[in-house]
T-cell receptor, first 115, second 114 residues
Framework: EAGVAQSPRYKIIEKRQSVAFWCNPISGHATLYWYQQILGQGPKLLIQFQNNGVVDDSQLPKDRFSAERLKGVDSTLKIQPAKLEDSAVYLC?????????????FGSGTRLTVV | GENVEQHPSTLSVQEGDSAVIKCTYSDSASNYFPWYKQELGKGPQLIIDIRSNVGEKKDQRIAVTLNKTAKHFSLHITETQPEDSAVYFCAANDRASGTYKYIFGTGTRLKVLA
């Protein structure tokens, strides 16, 4: 089966600019996650979708980050305006069900550098 | 909520030797513990997992053990090969949140020296 697709692979922007990332999960996977991975750290959940509804966005900095998953398939994550500390790899993952009882499948991520 | 600690942060072994990475978790309600391998420029890849009703699981050269009483679990890689060099992450599901998200450790960079 095709994996989780993410684009772009790399993005460099200046602080205060905006940026958007795209994710296409594995076909049939109802649950989609966005994780932020700062260099040298483990991934941290930003937001979890079940179909097109938000299940958990408790760690999403809502003053600058937003995400949507239209039609329960593709998802976009946006940052506006970006700060230097947003430099990280943004990972999208999907799973067949929402209870985390089976491992996620991660995409290759988007590496964001804010200068 | 759940907190996961992972040690060591870096580990160097000679090819053919064994490698052990240890993790502890704080929430006794957690019942699923996956391990991920992340190679440079790639996303984490699930390599093995264990559920709380099992004490040990093995898949070829990789094994994971779980001690629920002590709330720790370990990854064991035997007969290490250069292609095992990567960053390894442990994780535990955070059931207290009600959403079963994974809480990851901080990672172990494994270097297998030829």
């Amino acid at each position: 089966e095709a994996g989780v697709a993410q684009s772009p692979r790399y993005k460099i922007i200046e602080k205060r600019q905006s940026v958007a990332f795209w994710c296409n999960p594995i076909s049939g996977h109802a649950t989609l996650y966005w994780y932020q991975q700062i260099l040298g750290q483990g991934p941290k959940l930003l937001i979890q979708f079940q179909n097109n509804g938000v299940v958990d966005d408790s760690q999403l900095p809502k003053d600058r980050f937003s995400a949507e998953r239209l039609k329960g398939v593709d998802s976009t994550l946006k940052i506006q305006p970006a700060k230097l500390e947003d430099s990280a790899v943004y990972l999208c993952a999907s799973s067949l069900e929402d209870r985390g009882r089976y491992g996620y499948t991660f995409g290759s991520g988007t590496r964001l550098t804010v200068v | 909520g759940e907190n996961v600690e992972q040690h060591p942060s870096t580990l160097s072994v000679q090819e053919g030797d064994s490698a052990v990475i240890k993790c502890t978790y704080s929430d006794s309600a957690s019942n699923y513990f996956p391990w991920y391998k992340q190679e440079l420029g790639k996303g984490p890849q699930l390599i093995i997992d264990i559920r709380s009703n099992v004490g040990e699981k093995k898949d070829q050269r990789i094994a994971v053990t779980l001690n629920k009483t002590a709330k720790h679990f370990s990854l064991h890689i035997t007969e290490t090969q250069p292609e095992d060099s990567a960053v390894y992450f442990c994780a535990a599901n955070d059931r207290a949140s009600g959403t079963y998200k994974y809480i990851f450790g901080t990672g172990t960079r494994l270097k297998v020296l030829a």
